[in-house]
C-alpha cells in the first residue's frame, strides 16, 4: 500500500510525488488521461507570471523562490531522464504604457532587474524584430523559459529512472473518509489504500474536494498557436496587452493566449485563431509570412485571486490540496512542490503558508 496516493498527472503532480519520493515516501501517482497531458503541457513555459507586478506577494513569493531553483532541476531531471528541458534565458519585453509605475515598485521590492527602455535604437539592439512604432519597453532580461512538453517528458523520464508509480487513464471516482481522515481513493471496483491523499487535478481539483469543503478551482480555457520559422527570427519574449509571443531554439514560435471561461471545453476556435495570429504579427511583423502549424487549447485551474491551494484540508486528516496555479504551473511549480512536501512531512515551511489555505481569502 502506498503512504500518499497523488491524484493529478500535471506538472504539480508530478513534481510532488517525484519531491516525496525522493524524502523517501512510497508514492502512487494517478492520472486520468496521459501525463502532463492537459494545461501542462498546452502553456508557454515563461518562468515569470505575466505582469508578476499584478499578482499578491503570496504569489510572487512562490515565483521567485522557483526561478532560483530551476537551472538544477532541469538539470537534474535531464540526468535522470536524458531529456533536455530547454531551459533558456531569452528575456521578457513588456511593451505596453501604462505599466511603468507599478512595475518598477514591483521590482524594487523583489529586487527583480528591469530597465526601462525609451528609444528604438537600444529595443532594436534587444530585439531587432519589433514592429515599427514600438518605441519603448520595459526590459527584464533575466527571465527564463522552457518548452512545456519537454519538461513533461524529462518528468517522465525521471518516474522512470526512479522508480516512480504512476497509473495513466486512471480517473479518481472518490476520497475514501472513515472517521475524519483519509483511508485511500476509489478507483473504478478498485479501493486503493493510503494514508495520505494530494489532489492535483489541475482544473478538475475542485470536483474531488467539493465532497469534503468547497474550493473555487474552475476552468479556464487558453488558445495558443504555433508559427513554424527558422531560429533567429525572434530572440525575446514579448508581451503586449495580454498577448505574448516566445521564441523556441528550434525556429518555432509560440504565441498566446485567450482567456475563455466555457467550462471543460477545450475546443479551439477561428475567431481565437485570428486573434492570435493579428496580435503575434503586430508585435513582430516578421511573423505573417510564417505558417501556423498548430492551435490548441488548455484549461487553467483558475481561483478568484490567482493563488493557488497548497494546503491540507482541515475537515479531513491525511488529505491535501494543491491545485489553483492558474496560468503559472510552470513558474510557481518547484516552490509550491516545497511548501507541500514540507507540510505532508510535517516539515518546518519555507514560507508562510496562511495564504494558501482554503480558508484564506480565495
Given amino acids: 500500500m502506498p503512504e500518499c496516493v497523488v491524484i493529478g498527472g500535471g506538472v504539480i503532480g508530478m513534481m510532488t510525488a517525484r519531491a516525496l519520493h525522493l524524502s523517501g515516501m512510497e508514492v502512487l501517482l494517478l492520472e486520468r488521461g496521459l501525463l502532463g497531458g492537459e494545461s501542462s503541457w498546452a502553456g508557454g513555459g515563461i518562468i515569470s507570471p505575466l505582469y508578476p507586478w499584478r499578482y499578491q506577494d503570496s504569489v510572487n513569493r512562490l515565483a521567485q523562490h522557483s526561478k532560483t531553483t530551476y537551472p538544477d532541476l532541469v538539470a537534474s531531471l535531464s540526468d535522470e531522464s536524458g531529456v533536455d528541458s530547454e531551459l533558456l534565458n531569452s528575456g521578457l519585453l513588456v511593451v505596453d504604457r501604462d505599466e511603468t509605475r507599478v512595475a518598477q515598485a514591483w521590482a524594487a521590492q ?61 480517473g479518481v471516482q472518490d476520497i475514501v473518509v472513515e472517521d475524519g481522515r483519509v483511508t485511500g481513493v476509489r478507483v473504478g471496483g478498485e479501493l486503493l489504500g493510503a494514508d495520505r491523499v494530494i489532489v492535483a487535478g489541475g482544473a478538475w481539483s475542485a470536483g474531488l474536494v467539493d465532497a469534503v469543503q468547497r474550493v473555487d478551482v474552475e476552468p479556464v480555457k487558453g488558445q495558443m498557436i504555433m508559427f513554424r520559422g527558422e531560429p533567429g527570427l525572434l530572440k525575446r519574449m514579448v508581451l503586449s496587452n495580454g498577448h505574448y509571443v516566445i521564441p523556441r531554439r528550434d525556429g518555432r514560435v509560440l504565441a498566446g493566449s485567450t482567456l475563455e471561461k466555457s467550462g471543460f471545453d477545450k475546443t479551439v476556435s477561428d475567431t481565437a485563431l485570428k486573434e492570435l495570429r493579428a496580435a503575434a504579427v503586430a508585435l513582430v511583423p516578421g511573423l505573417g509570412s510564417l505558417p501556423i502549424e498548430r492551435q490548441w487549447a488548455g484549461l487553467r485551474p483558475g481561483t478568484e485571486n490567482g493563488v493557488p491551494y497548497i494546503c491540507a484540508v482541515d475537515e479531513v486528516e491525511g488529505l491535501y490540496l494543491h491545485a489553483g496555479h492558474y496560468r503559472n504551473g510552470i513558474v510557481l511549480g518547484p516552490a509550491s512542490v516545497q511548501l507541500m512536501t514540507e507540510l505532508v512531512l510535517g516539515r518546518e515551511t519555507f514560507c508562510d503558508d496562511s495564504p494558501y489555505k482554503v480558508a484564506a481569502s480565495h
Avoid at 537600444?122 to 526590459?139: C, F, K, N, V, Y
Fill in 110 to 170: 523583489w529586487s527583480e532587474n528591469l530597465q526601462q527602455i525609451t528609444d528604438r535604437k537600444t529595443l532594436l539592439s534587444i530585439e531587432p524584430g519589433l514592429a515599427d512604432g514600438i518605441d519603448q519597453a520595459l526590459w527584464l532580461p533575466e527571465v527564463m523559459q522552457v518548452r512545456n512538453p519537454k519538461v513533461i517528458e524529462a518528468l517522465r523520464g525521471s518516474f522512470e529512472h526512479l522508480g516512480i508509480a504512476y497509473r495513466e487513464y486512471t
